[in-house]
């Protein structure tokens, strides 16, 4: 069974055997996001045409870099202010972790897409997927709150969940939707 | 290391890899001349992922736009033109389509406006109309993005004197029941460029929407020029043709080359479903095993 599903099914249990792990260096630090990179890639590779081509999935994999780079600031922030007893890639290998409600939408989501023609999605569809994504959302959170607190020894967990989301989450929106936020806020000081 | 499913895991990614990036070729396109033009396909309204909220790189946009048979491309940033510009080199650089760095002006809950052929940013801040002289100052053309009920108070009546083209093809006409409808009544107010534009962000396929452009010359400027002149056709959603009368006779030669939008002939070969199907086994053996 994948790291994915036990952190899953028993979060605690998992996070303390990952902690006592062997570290590989640079593999250690790599290995999760270009899991989740991959995803994505996959993902956009569906989603746009009827194939999966090296030439989409490596796109989509760069196009979004920036989600494992938000994510690790967004832990190194939490790890600066902890007790730092495990090294800097396993924590943030461990961090991943907590992606695998997402990894388990993105292969939901994946798997309608084969079945489906990428023409057109409707904006009732739209809304759907986007109100699916309050699963992965607090399932990744509660498992972040036993990741702080089993891997980082960390009390303030509540605290540091938001910190996280804040620096990692601004980040990612932030790179995703860039200059057009400005016209978005204008719009709203109108 | 690695354990056994995970082995297997992988071999059926690489499997689904190399399925699909063997059909994964640029559509042979033969030029068409038709009433003495060059007709160019060309999709006005293209995203990239840098800071534009899209899926795909500036470079990414120009091969995929190989792959959707299309002559032409405008890369148009939110409020910016610099992913354009990029996009615009690396297609110069490997012979891919033209390219045309362009902005979506957005000017949230007023209008969003197509200015493509520009150089430098234009301020979204200003009216319509005022928009539209920057661009046309710039050299450029613009083009009413998306005007469906709802983002349509900054068209005022300066503004539709001066504008170019609006889309009168958008892939929201394809679920949206008024849609087509509401594209149309925009359409009427002035003579307008008929323009189809697919509004890629990289969900759904780039050129799902494109504009016939009857063009003097294959090149930015030919196409910019045929804008300016209204010589576009557009196949909107049915049977359903838009643009210059005077072009609509061709649009019989045109219709064959239009991407298919029916459900059933857009799912792609034996291949394509043998590199769907494995990648996404492969995929869901790394997740869960």
């Not at chain 1, 270009?34 to 999935?57: E, H, K, N, P």
């Not at chain 1, 961090?95 to 994946?110: E, H, Q, R, T, Y």
């Not at chain 2, 470079?59 to 940033?77: F, H, K, P, Y």
């Amino acid at each position: 069974m994948s790291t994915e599903l036990r952190v899953l099914r028993a979060p605690a249990a998992t996070f303390r055997e990952l902690t006592a792990s062997p570290d590989r260096g640079a593999w250690t630090l790599v290995r999760r996001p270009l899991l989740i990179m991959f995803a994505m890639g996959l993902l956009l590779s569906l989603s746009s045409s009827t194939r999966v081509s090296a030439r989409t999935v490596v796109d989509g994999m760069i196009s979004f870099a920036f989600v494992p780079i938000a994510e690790a600031l967004a832990v190194a922030a939490i790890y600066a202010r902890s007790d730092r007893r495990l090294p800097f890639t396993r924590v943030v290998d461990t961090f991943l972790v907590s992606n695998a409600p997402w990894l388990l939408w993105i292969l939901g989501f994946c798997a309608w897409q084969v079945a489906r023609s990428p023409t057109t999605m409707s904006d009732t569809t739209g809304k759907w997927l986007v109100a699916s994504l309050l699963a992965p959302a607090c399932w990744a959170a509660y498992l972040d709150l036993q990741f702080f607190r089993i891997v980082l020894s960390r009390r303030a967990v509540a605290v540091d969940l938001v910190v996280a989301r804040l620096i990692g989450w601004t980040g990612a929106i932030g790179c995703f939707l860039g200059i057009a936020l400005w016209a978005q806020i204008v719009a709203w000081l109108r | 290391m690695m354990t056994r499913p995970q082995i297997g895991s992988v071999a059926l990614i690489a499997a689904g890899l190399i399925a699909g990036s063997i059909g994964d070729r640029p559509a042979p396109v033969a030029p068409i001349t038709l009433g003495g033009y060059r007709v160019l396909a060309a999709d006005f309204h293209n995203h990239s992922s840098m800071w534009s909220d899209g899926a795909f790189t500036p470079w990414g946009l120009v091969l995929e736009a190989e792959r959707q048979g299309l002559d032409a491309i405008a890369v148009t940033g939110h409020n910016e033109v610099w992913d354009g510009r990029l996009a615009q080199r690396f297609s110069r650089a490997v012979g891919g389509p033209i390219v045309i760095a362009g902005q979506e002006v957005l000017a949230e809950g007023r209008f969003h406006m197509i200015a493509a052929g520009i150089k430098e940013v234009v301020d979204f801040r200003q009216s319509a109309a005022d928009v539209i002289d920057d661009v046309h100052r710039q050299g450029g053309i613009a083009i009413a993005a998306h005007p469906f009920h709802g983002i349509v108070s900054g068209w005022d009546e300066a503004a539709m004197q001066r504008l170019d083209g609006g889309e009168i093809c958008h892939p929201n006409i394809f679920w949206m029941p008024s849609g087509q409808a509401e594209l149309e009544e925009f359409s009427a107010r002035r003579p307008i460029a008929a323009i189809g534009s697919s509004d890629f962000h990289g969900l759904g396929r780039m050129g799902v929407c494109r504009t016939y452009v009857f063009a003097r010359e294959a090149s930015e400027e030919g196409i910019l020029e045929a804008v300016r002149a209204h010589r576009t056709l557009v196949f909107g959603d049915g049977d359903r043709v838009y643009g210059d009368p005077e072009l609509l006779a061709y649009a019989g030669a045109l219709r064959g080359r239009a991407p298919s939008r029916e459900p059933r002939e857009s799912r792609g070969t034996a291949l394509d479903w043998i590199s769907r199907m494995t990648a996404l086994a492969g995929f869901a053996g790394i997740v869960l095993l």
